[in-house]
């Protein structure tokens, strides 16, 4: 009889990291969630390998049943050094994770950019099934997406190419992005930066509707306090202001939608990210209300991905599988 295989995905973010054990149909045996332990980038690599041996302890499952470890992190990585290069959410230049963590661990390791990996999961396990064309757009505390195009899966030379958060979508460049250009999607309309937009638009908003509004009340009058979470919170109260800085998000979300359906033609696309699970509609319909307004091509399926948060989990399981194979 055939042992049971096993993958050992790994979620590493910038702030937290996440490990799952799983089977090779996608099923999660078990699941381990830390903060990134910072202090060092060795520190980092001694953090995954320790989780992913306690997580194989415990489940009685050997290392040598492990396919493989798959880790979905954001970029900008090096896909052949298997390392992240002066990553935005670490403060290293340089993280070398695979080598170190195959070597350790005796398995062999495949670093993806997250949503490379999450669009891998979505056709894998969610709602990208039998599909060729896809996209998976997060928008989270950043804006990232991985695109599947005729079946390929695009990576381009280093692994980043579908760094779609910086596309720019204001001329102007009003407002700075963490990568340091200006005017980047991201930089309008991420949870990090939403707040940046915000206060640009009260700025330029009459004071005695900014200080009658919900928006002002949550903040307690101090709009540097602010967060994505106040804007989205007064929205759903019902705040006509916040309701239209959503909407205006909306806007320039839809711009960022249509340059990724002109560039990849897709015939879905799955949106997940904090940002977009927590306020799926205020996120979603304004997308679809004004993504016609921009694009060329014939606008294709665009909703939450049914993964949830795991679809970063289930991309790197996804990963281990295809890059496996390729390498067989
Ligand atoms: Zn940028």
């Given at each position: 009889m055939m042992r049971e295989r096993y993958v050992m995905a790994v979620d590493l973010g910038g702030t937290r990291v996440r490990l799952a054990l799983s089977n090779e149909d996608g099923s999660l045996i078990g699941k381990v969630q830390e903060r990134v332990d910072k202090s060092s980038e060795e520190a980092i690599v001694k953090q995954i390998i320790s989780i992913a041996r306690s997580l194989c302890r415990k489940n009685e499952?050997?290392?040598?049943?492990?396919?493989g470890l798959g880790i979905a992190s954001?970029?900008?990585?090096s896909l052949k050094e298997g390392a992240l290069i002066?990553?935005?959410?670490?403060?290293?230049?340089y993280v070398p994770l695979t080598e170190p963590i195959s070597e350790e661990l005796g398995v062999p390791a495949y670093l993806v950019n997250d949503c490379t990996a999450a669009v891998l999961g979505e056709r894998a396990f969610g709602a990208?099934?039998?599909?060729d064309n896809i996209v998976y757009v997060t928008i989270g505390t950043g804006i990232g997406g991985g695109a599947i195009v005729d079946g390929c899966l695009l990576l381009g030379k280093d692994g980043?190419?579908?760094?779609?958060?910086?596309?720019?979508?204001?001329?102007?460049?009003?407002l700075k992005c963490g990568c340091g250009k200006?005017?980047?999607?991201e930089a309008y309309c991420s949870g990090r930066n939403i707040p940046n937009f915000v206060r640009m638009k009260l700025e330029e908003t009459d004071e005695t509707i900014v200080e009658k509004s919900l928006i002002h009340a949550k903040a307690k009058g101090d709009l540097?306090?602010?967060?994505s979470e106040t804007l989205f919170n007064a929205a759903k109260e019902g705040d006509k202001l916040s309701l239209r800085l959503v909407e205006e998000i909306g806007v320039l979300n839809a711009i960022g939608f249509a340059n990724v359906i002109n560039a990849y033609d897709p015939s879905l696309i799955t949106v997940g990210g904090t940002v977009t699970l927590k306020n799926t509609k205020l996120i979603l319909s304004p997308i679809r209300r004004h993504v016609e307004n921009y694009v060329l091509n014939r606008v294709p399926k665009i909703i939450a991905t049914p993964?949830?948060?795991d679809v970063g989990i289930l991309g790197a399981v996804a990963a281990v599988l295809k890059f496996r194979s390729q390498s067989a």
């Open positions: 499952i050997d290392l040598a049943d492990l396919e954001a970029g900008p990585l002066n990553p935005t959410n670490l403060p290293f230049e990208g099934k039998g599909l980043n190419a579908v760094e779609i958060g910086h596309l720019t979508i204001d001329f102007e460049g009003r200006k005017g980047h999607w540097s306090k602010l967060t993964l949830g948060e």
